[in-house]
């Protein structure tokens, strides 16, 4: 496709996410790190730390984190900065690459 084109529509780089699957990063307007920033706000764990947890097993003055929660706030993140959004299925398969990809994306717009 024409960057050119690309860049009208709002449309960045892809990124590899698992085989067969890429998707299309939207260009980091004013508007969508705004939205990014405050749906992010207070939450202080990478995705590829929340993934799968259930409960904090730590010591007992610290506060019990709701994981699922964190993980769901990820995902409404990565459904807004992906053009494409990302599918529960595709969110299933994405390897252990592609989680990395998903962190470092989400600090681009924070």
Excluded at 35 to 45: H, V
Excluded at 69 to 74: A, S, Y
């Amino acid at each position: 496709m024409d960057t050119t084109l690309d860049q009208s529509m709002n449309i960045g780089t892809e990124v590899r996410l698992s085989e067969g699957c890429t998707k299309s990063v939207k260009i980091g307007s004013i508007k969508l790190i705004r939205e990014i920033r405050q749906l992010m706000k207070g939450n202080e764990y990478k995705f590829s730390y929340s993934i799968g947890r259930d409960k904090w097993d730590a010591e007992e003055d610290r506060k019990e984190i709701d994981w699922p929660k964190v993980e769901t706030v990820h995902k409404e993140a990565f459904r807004l900065v992906l053009v494409e959004g990302l599918t529960e299925e595709e969110y299933e398969n994405v390897d252990e690459q592609g989680i990395e990809v998903l962190d470092k994306l989400l600090e681009r717009f924070l």
